[in-house]
């Protein structure tokens, strides 16, 4: 074998080892940048999913001392559960969180309610507040059971 043939080889040589080098350092590098975004997500959607359960407990604590309304309540810890434990919704005693937001998410709220004729309001509210005196004890129930669930 010729001396230039076998320079020539091992020239290509170093330079598929040279490329394949800059690709590996490349991929090495997206591949560490990757996991510190999974790494990033998770600790957002850790810190997301607890701030979720700090609001599930503030409103059940909110129940307890009468501070708000329970169909709003409902509602909202409603919503919170279907992100964070959606399967405790059909649990005793916390199906009745369910069940409220059933009978009453058919009713505007916000600024549809202002736009709605104060007569039917008044009949909305007056179905509301039956439906919340009905319930009463089992929000409650569900309230202080949901406040000392442990959710991890």
Known sequence: ????????????????????????TRRASQLREHRRQQ??????????????????????????ENQVEYSEACLRIKGLLDHVAPDL?????????LEIHDSIQHMPTHRARQQTDSHFVRKMDEERFALEKQHADAIRRAATAI?????D
Not at 1 to 24: D, E, N, R, T
Not at 147 to 151: K, M, V
């Open 147 to 151: 406040r000392h669930h442990n959710f």
């Open 39 to 64: 790494a990033r997500q998770r600790a957002f959607q850790a810190e997301r999913r607890q701030n979720m359960v700090e609001s599930i407990r503030i409103l059940a604590m909110a129940i307890e």
């Open 89 to 97: 919704l059909e649990q005793t005693p916390y199906q009745v969180f």
């Open 1 to 24: 074998m010729p001396q230039w043939l076998q320079w020539s080889l091992i020239a290509l040589g170093v330079v598929a080892i040279v490329v394949l080098l800059v690709f590996i």
